[in-house]
């Protein structure tokens, strides 16, 4: 498996990442919808061969962080307060991985958010998060 597999269109690379996605991805994203996106590559992968768990919260992390900025008021700097990652199934190598997030509640300091990680539409990991929000308009 290489980084050279396709990524699908309407995928552009995600901006300004951070050194630590920019160091575990490409990362790229949907703009129209917001969907986060990665193939997994021999790198990512556990001694059992499917992505590892640890690559697989931090793309949830990821997403869930990007749509609470995009839902909130003005500039916003987010952090994890909690996140609760399910495995589902495993993630097999090669697989083109989205993240699809939904923020449930923003309130006046917390977010609340839902996000489904699909492996090429099969759905492999659910997790649920609380971020803190400050925002400065």
Do not use: Q
């Amino acid at each position: 498996m290489t980084s050279s597999s396709p990524v699908p269109d309407g995928f552009a690379p995600l901006p300004d990442a951070g050194a630590f996605v920019d160091h575990v991805g490409p990362v790229f994203v949907r703009e129209a919808d917001g969907v986060v996106g990665v193939r997994v590559e021999d790198r990512h992968l556990n001694a059992a061969g499917t992505a590892m768990g640890g690559f697989l919260a931090t793309l949830v992390d990821v997403s869930i962080g990007r749509a609470v900025r995009a839902n909130a008021d003005g500039e916003a700097a987010v952090a994890t307060v909690s996140l609760t990652t399910d495995y589902l199934k495993p993630g097999p190598a090669g697989a083109w991985l989205e993240a699809r997030c939904e923020v449930e509640r923003l309130g006046g300091s917390l977010a609340f958010v839902d996000c489904s990680l699909r492996a090429d539409d099969d759905e492999i990991v659910r997790a649920r998060a609380v971020f803190a929000v400050r925002t400065e308009d």
